[in-house]
C-alpha cells in the first residue's frame, strides 16, 4: 500500500473540474520533517497531516474490502420505471442502479423525475420525513442552486445530485459526516474541520454525536453552512484526483458510509 500510495502522490499537482467549471489543484499534501542539520526528514506519525492526505491513505487502504464492507440492499417494488435487477456485489448493483436511473432522469418528464427521485430518496435513501413539495423543489432547482443553497435537506438533495450526474457529485448523509470528522480526530488532521452532524438512525453514530458536542472543539475550524457540501465535494474530489485512478466520487461515498461504526469509536 506505500508505494501505491506514493505513487499516487508524487509532490507535484492534479487538477479537476468542479462542478461550476473551475478547475481544483490540489498539490500532494505530505510533509516532511527538517532534521537538525536543516536536511528533509521522514514525516512521523505524530505530525498533523492535511485531511486530503488522511482520506488518500484511509480510502486507498479500505477499498479492496469494499464489495465485503457495502451492504446498502434495497427493493424494487415501488420503483416507477422498470429495472431489472442485476448479479453482484452491493456496491456494483448500487452503481448499476444509480448509472440506469441517471439516465432515465435525462429522458422523463419532470412528473416521472419527481417519481424517481422521490422514489431514490425515500425508497432507497430511507429518508421519508420529505413532503412531496420538498422533493419537488429539489428536482426544480438547477444543481448550482443545490449546491450554493442552504444546507438544510442536504442528505435528500446530494441523493438527487448523485442521480444527475453520479460522475459529479457525491452523497453527503450523517454517516460520511462522522466518517470525516473521526478520520481527523484519529490521525491528528493539521486544522481541522467540523462537518456538520445531521440526524441519524444509526446508534453509534448518534452515541458518537452526542460525545462530539460535549468534546471541546475550539481548535477546529467551523465550516459555514451553505459551504459544508462545496468543502466536501472539493475535498474528495481532489482526493480521488490523486488517487492513480484506484477511487472515483461514489466509491470513496461508499468506504466513508460503510467505515462510519467503527470510525465512530475514536470519540468514546
Known amino acids: 500500500m506505500g508505494s501505491r500510495l506514493l505513487a499516487a502522490c508524487p509532490g507535484g499537482t492534479a487538477s479537476v473540474p468542479s462542478p461550476t467549471g473551475c478547475y481544483l489543484t490540489q498539490r500532494a499534501p505530505y510533509r516532511r520533517k527538517t ?25 486507498l487502504e479500505h477499498r479492496p474490502t469494499l464489495d465485503v464492507d457495502y451492504q446498502w440492499n434495497y427493493t424494487l417494488d415501488r420503483l416507477p420505471v422498470k429495472y431489472v435487477d442485476t448479479d453482484g456485489s452491493c456496491v456494483s448493483r448500487n452503481i448499476k442502479l444509480r448509472q440506469f436511473l441517471s439516465d432515465a432522469l435525462k429522458r422523463s418528464d419532470r412528473k416521472l423525475q419527481f417519481e424517481i427521485c422521490r422514489w431514490y430518496v425515500s425508497e ?11 422533493i419537488s423543489r429539489y428536482v426544480e ?27 459529479s457529485y457525491t452523497i453527503f448523509d450523517a454517516r460520511v459526516s462522522m466518517s470525516l470528522n473521526s478520520l481527523q480526530r484519529l490521525h491528528n488532521v493539521d486544522k481541522p474541520r467540523l462537518f456538520l452532524m445531521l440526524q441519524s438512525r444509526n446508534a453509534a453514530v448518534r452515541r458518537a454525536q452526542e460525545v462530539i458536542r460535549r468534546t471541546d472543539l475550539k481548535s477546529w475550524l467551523p465550516i459555514p ?21 484506484a477511487l472515483d466520487l461514489q466509491t470513496a461515498e461508499m468506504i466513508l458510509f460503510a467505515r462510519a461504526e467503527e470510525l465512530a469509536i475514536v470519540w468514546h
Do not use: F
Request: charged fraction near 15%; aromatic fraction near 8%; include cysteine.
Open 35 to 59: 532534521t537538525a542539520g536543516g536536511g528533509a526528514g521522514v514525516r512521523t506519525p505524530s505530525e498533523p497531516m492535511s485531511i486530503q492526505y488522511t482520506l488518500l491513505n484511509y480510502l
Open 124 to 134: 432507497w435513501g430511507g429518508v421519508r420525513a420529505n413532503k412531496g413539495e420538498t
Open 141 to 167: 432547482a438547477s444543481s448550482h442552486e443545490l449546491v450554493s443553497g442552504p444546507v438544510t435537506g442536504v442528505a435528500s438533495w446530494s441523493k438527487i445530485l448523485c442521480l444527475r450526474d453520479p460522475k
Open 225 to 245: 453552512a451553505r459551504d459544508v457540501y462545496r468543502t466536501y465535494l472539493r475535498t474528495v474530489q481532489q482526493v480521488v484526483a490523486n488517487s492513480g485512478g
